[in-house]
């Protein structure tokens, strides 16, 4: 297929790549184009605007930075919606806001043009081994035809409703994500605070009624001082702040989420906020 | 050996079984006879008071339910530590306050009795089928000899450090757990009130960085609306309480925790103190 790539960063470069190893033909922009020329050298097409990669694509897909870069690279003027031929099918794996996938979707509806949500988690490296998990928001039909693409991008994809739901999903993960952190940092920082060796207390406490992923892969991280980042605090406090609007819009009460944000932003005043996501735990120990 | 056990509770009578399993002779108590009968009937001795269990005891281990329950079968009138014999050793498994087992291994010292504090997580299941995790506090030496009788009831057994340490452990353990289940509560909360299939989101976000005991175990009874006791809310809200007072004594933040008692608290007020603490998921939705 002819597929319009938009946003070459660190996932959708390791993506994009992948489309390509599956013998699909690209045209990728990027707003910084050296960040897209290892794709160039492999042979993908280069457009010098969102809509010089929709054109004459069969799919186009995004990922960019936040909801206002979305809303650019969709509605503005060198956008992909004024451009996108009939029949294509748009694709934004941004996570972004719920209630902006829905408008694409109209938008795009309006012209015959189907659309998809389909944010992912899996980070960098599930970027790079093709492992990433895909949840989908858009029409069935329209799931069944894109699926083999995202076959070449991830593992884990499922159709979880209609325009928006991909969002939606990735929100309740982050939303699981953001209060455990707190459950994490907390029980490391008690542990040292007591005097107890935190590698001995994982030990005990690693494999059982408190097991998590961050427990497991984050508090090491947290003990050894390694503030690096898998995930960025600053693109964290996105998604959270993202969540939180979405479940305030909703008149649901996530005092978990609003604390974890608030807490996130303390951490980026602070100069926390190009750190991983487990630098959270510094400050407890200040 | 000849072991003292004060308290057959549903995790002690499992407990004491095990030990009787293992051809040790025990001598038990509990403030409600009948619930050791069918100790009494494979036979255990009886004795009247927490003092007649330890009198005779090379071992006596205690698992009762709060820490006012615990001074008073060490300290009381017919408690445990003016009868415990020279050499013998006390193993105290109730889930209750560091501060308290560091005076018990004081106390007990000035006689030349050693002690431990155990604690366990596993709950009823782990009890019954001789899989609790136990992280335990006191000398090394103590507890290179104890180690075969916690054999008997546990597979992870991990020697902490010094009286005190296997209760801070449990403590971390149940402050990880704290806050993690406020982030599965929303995010179920999120996922029903936007639409999703919670089951299906589940599916996307149950074995990613999002993943955690309580997601895979939990999530699906708050789901299905089943709050029975795996693990007894106002049990819960007992652990979190000493957990936030050792912190607060500590002079350690912990503003997750201090939100999940609060939200526990507002749940039992609410009427759920003998629900499962997956019923936290209630306040959510109401």
Redesign the interface.
């Known amino acids: 297929m002819k597929i319009g790539f938009v946003g070459t960063g660190v996932m959708g470069r390791s993506m994009a790549g992948h489309l390509m190893d599956g013998g699909h033909e690209l045209t990728v922009y990027n707003r910084t184009r050296s960040k897209a020329q290892e794709l160039l050298d492999r042979g993908a097409g280069w457009a010098d605007t969102p809509a010089g990669a929709a054109r004459d694509a069969d799919v186009v897909m995004t990922i960019v930075g936040f909801p206002a870069d979305v809303e650019e690279v969709y509605f503005g003027e060198k956008g992909i919606l004024p451009e996108a031929p009939d029949g294509c099918v748009l694709v934004d794996m941004t996570t972004s806001r719920?209630d902006l996938a829905v408008r694409i979707a109209e938008e795009a509806g309006t012209r015959g043009i189907t659309t998809l949500d389909a944010p992912v988690?899996?980070?960098d490296v599930g970027a790079r081994e093709a492992r990433l998990?895909i949840?989908v928001g858009g029409p069935e039909a329209t799931f069944v035809r894109i699926r083999p693409l995202f076959e070449l991008m991830g593992r884990?994809i499922?159709h979880?409703?209609p325009a928006?739901?991909g969002q939606?999903?990735k929100?309740?993960?982050?939303?699981?994500?953001?209060?455990?952190m707190?459950?994490?940092?907390?029980?490391?920082?008690?542990?040292r605070?007591?005097?107890?060796?935190p590698e001995?207390?994982l030990?005990?406490?690693g494999?059982?009624?408190?097991?998590?992923?961050?427990?497991s892969?984050l508090a090491p991280r947290m003990i050894a001082g390694n503030f690096d980042p898998g995930?960025y605090v600053k693109h964290f406090i996105k998604d959270l702040s993202i969540?939180l609007e979405?479940?305030q819009a909703?008149?649901?009460?996530?005092?978990?989420?609003a604390?974890?944000k608030q807490?996130y932003e303390e951490l980026a005043a602070a100069g926390g906020e190009d750190n991983g996501t487990q630098a959270l735990y510094k400050?407890?120990m200040t």
Not at 182 to 191: K, N, P, R, W
Not at 193 to 197: I, K, P, Q, S, V
Not at 250 to 257: A, D, S
């Open positions: 719920p988690s899996g980070g998990s949840m884990n499922v979880q409703g928006g739901s939606h999903t929100m309740c993960n982050q939303i699981a994500i953001a209060a455990g707190l459950g994490v940092c907390e029980a490391v920082s008690y542990a605070t007591a005097g107890l060796d001995t207390v030990e005990s406490i494999s059982g009624a408190a097991a998590s992923w961050s427990l892969n995930f969540a979405s479940a909703m008149g649901l009460r996530t005092p978990g989420l604390l974890a807490l400050l407890y």
